[in-house]
C-alpha cells in the first residue's frame, strides 16, 4: 500500500534552486537602500563599497593577505574564461572533469584555444583518478562539481612542490567548504551561488605564482579587453582594489556586502559550513531510511555539501527521467519546492541545493514532501499501468 498522507509541514521557503540561490534568510529589499545607484563605480564612493566586497571576501574566506582579489564580469564564467586565456599555454595541461562545467573547461581548452591537454574524466557520480594528475603541469578542475554534487573531499592530492599552476573553479563550494589557499593558485567563484547574491558578477582569486605568470608571459592569442589582467607586463592592480575592468552593478555589490556582513553575524565560514552540513545531514538520514532514493555520489567521502543530487532507485519507475521531472514538477505545483530537477545534462532525480542561505530546517521539512511526492508519481504511474 502507497502512503498517500500529505505533510502536515511545509518549508518556510520554496527556494532550493542551485543557482541563483536563496537570499539570506534576514534579506530584505530595504538592505539595499544605501547602495549608491547612478554614481559612477570610479567614484570615491563606489571604489569604497568594491574594496570593501574585496576585503570582507577576503576576511570571510580566509585568503591570504599576499593574494589578490578581483570582482569581474560574467559570472563564475566570466572568471574562470579570464584565467583560462590569460594563463594557459606556458607549460603542458592537465584537466579534472566529471560534470558539465568541468567538461565544458575542457571543450574551451581544446576547441578553443586549440591547447593540447591531459584529461581526466569520470562520470556523473564519481571523481576521476586525481592520483594521475601531473602537477608539473597546469592543472585545471572543480573543487565542487555542481550538477554532480561530486566534491575533492581535500586538497591532499596537490603536492606543495608543484611546477604547475593550479585553477580551480570553486563557484559551489566557495563559503560552504574549506579551500586550502596554499594549493590553489587561481580560483574563481560567483556570489549568486552560497551566498545566495545576485547574479552576473565574478570573482577570481590570484595567488603570488599566478600573478608572476600574468607578469612573464604573454600568450599566443589576442586577449579580449574584458580578459585582461595585465598592461606593458605588470599587473593592472586596480582590478584588485576596486576598479573594476567594465561597469559593475553597485546593487548587486551593496546585496553582496549584505551577505558577506550576515555571514560575519554567523560566525564566518565556520558557521556558514556548519548551516550547509546540516541540511547534507539533514538529507543523508533521509536516504539510508528510504530504498526507493540514493545519492548521485558513489563515494560518501566525495559527497557536496551544497548541491545535492539524488536519484530513484525503485524498479517500478518505467521512465525514469520522466518520472523524476514529474516529481519535481508536483513539488513545484504545491509550493513547496522550486527549481529542484536535475541539471539538464546529469541522470535523472533531484538537485537540492543546502548552501549557506538555505535553512536547515526548511531542508527538514521538505523532504517528507519528497517522499509523498514520490509515492504520487508511482501510485499514477501504476494505476495508468
Known sequence: MIDMTTPAARPNDPRFSSGPCAKPPTWTIDALAEAPLGRSHRAAIGKTRLKDAIETTRDVLQIPADYKIGIVPASDTGAVEMALWSL???????MAAWESFGKGWVTDVLKQLKLEANIHEADYGHLPDLGKINFDNDVVFTWNGTTSGVRVPNGDFIPADRAGLTICDATSAAFAQNLPWEKLDVTTFSWQKVLG??????????????????ETYAPAWPLPKIFRMTKGSKLIDGIFTGATINTPSMLCVEDYLFALNWAKSLGGLTALIARADASLNAIQEFVQSHDWVEFLTADPATQSNTSVCLKFTDDRIKDGPSFAKAVAKR????????DIGAYRDAPAGLRIWCGATVEPTNVEALLPWIEWAFNAELNAQLTAA
Open 88 to 94: 594557459l599555454g606556458a607549460r603542458g595541461i592537465d
Open 331 to 338: 513539488l513545484e505545483n504545491e509550493g513547496v519546492a522550486y
Open 197 to 214: 547574491g545576485e547574479g552576473a558578477h565574478g570573482v577570481i582569486v590570484l595567488s603570488p605564482c599566478a600573478v608572476e605568470r600574468l
